[in-house]
């Protein structure tokens, strides 16, 4: 019911900054918690960030004080602000949502986007 577009992607130096956005399209994201997810070269899934629409937030904790998860209801958008980037964040990003939570927690979100690369150069 919901269409998510990442973009924002492309190559930081260590220690740079990228701003990564996601439309959303066909529902508005109110109805949903969003979160950030990665994928790096031959490792598993994480769980970057979440945002429920309340303001409460979630980041794990090797992006705690750099990346920063905000949304925009009205504009039916949700951005990650990555800044002090390091090699190891060179990943696929994905953007997600879902009406519960715990889909996210468990790496089971409903909606996914097609993945915005990011890559972070030493």
């Known amino acids: 019911q919901v269409q998510l577009v990442e973009s924002g992607g492309g190559l930081a130096q260590a220690g740079g900054s990228l701003r990564l956005a996601c439309a959303a399209s066909g529902r508005a994201i109110s109805t949903y918690v969003m979160g950030w997810f990665r994928q790096a070269p031959g490792k598993e899934r994480e769980l970057v960030a979440i945002?429920?629409?309340?303001?409460?937030?979630y980041y794990r904790d090797s992006v705690k004080g750099r990346f920063t998860i905000s949304r925009d209801n009205a504009k039916n958008t949700v951005h990650l602000q990555m800044d002090a980037l390091k090699p190891e964040d060179t990943a696929v990003y994905y953007c997600?949502?879902?009406?519960?939570?715990?889909?996210?927690?468990?790496?089971?979100?409903?909606?996914w986007g097609q993945g915005t690369q990011v890559t972070v150069s030493s």
């Open positions: 997600t949502a879902d009406g519960r939570a715990d889909r996210l927690v468990t790496l089971t979100p409903h909606y």
């Open positions: 945002a429920w629409n309340d303001g409460t937030t």
